[in-house]
């Protein structure tokens, strides 16, 4: 069973441009997390979406966007990028929200964002 | 806000002892707590979980401790190996609200051979 993809895995952008971010989750799961990592904030949620719907928010600024497609793919957005936005971006997959599920995340390996 | 956060940064133990590290959370609302360990490169997998209405959880090498009175939670580590080598982060869940994961800061554990 292939495990949680994202892609891609290292990007290089400058101050002012975007990146879209892509996440494919576990088949079979349905729920979506990203989270931001870096070393002096740990792991921060972003957001999280089932069924194409968010369902939770972290503390982002707009410039931070998603959405989840009909097959539980994910995309992440971040508009008018900053240095600080410059961040390990981890997508993580579930397999039920709201049913009685452990709420166990199955994390993909990363997508590294440097912005310069 | 909520938050989890950890005693201590870095813990350094030697090969075949024991480890615990330690983790305190805020909110008393949580009823799902997790482990997750990371290793250089990748992204975090899951250790050992416990639900707010258990008290000691045990797995393979590795057991879990909530103390929901001063709101700690703690992961010990038997015989502790260098692949044990890594950084460990304490997460809880308030499942009423969906799985809205929030992690601490994580410890780094260095196994020294």
């Known amino acids: 069973k292939a495990g949680v993809t994202q892609t891609p895995r290292y990007l290089i952008k400058t101050r002012g441009q975007q990146v879209t971010l892509s996440c494919s989750p576990i088949?079979?799961?349905?729920?979506v997390s990203w989270y931001q990592q870096t070393p002096g904030q740990g792991l921060q949620f972003l957001f999280e979406?089932?069924?194409?719907?968010?369902?939770n928010k972290g503390n982002f600024p707009g410039r931070f966007s998603g959405r989840q497609f009909s097959n539980s793919r994910s995309e992440m957005n971040v508009s008018t990028l900053e240095l600080g936005d410059s961040a390990l971006y981890l997508c993580a997959s579930s397999l039920t929200l709201y049913s009685g599920g452990t709420g166990e995340l199955f994390f993909g390996e990363g997508s590294r964002l440097t912005v310069l | 806000g909520e938050s989890v956060g950890l005693h201590l940064p870095t813990l350094s133990v030697q090969e075949g002892d024991n480890s615990i590290i330690n983790c305190a959370y805020s909110n008393s609302a949580s009823d799902y707590f997790i482990w997750y360990k990371q290793e250089s490169g990748k992204g975090p997998q899951f250790i050992i979980d416990?639900?707010?209405?258990?008290d000691k959880r045990q797995g393979q090498r590795v057991t879990v401790l909530l103390n929901k009175t001063v709101k700690h939670l703690s992961l010990q580590i038997a015989a502790t190996q260098p692949g044990d080598s890594a950084v460990y982060f304490c997460?809880?869940?308030?499942?009423?609200?969906?799985?809205?994961?929030?992690f601490g800061a994580g410890t780094r554990l260095f196994v020294k051979a």
């Open positions: 416990i639900r707010s209405n258990m």
């Open positions: 979406y089932f069924s194409e719907t968010q369902r």
């Open positions: 997460a809880e869940n308030p499942r009423a609200g969906g799985f809205k994961t929030i």
């Open positions: 088949s079979g799961h349905r729920s």
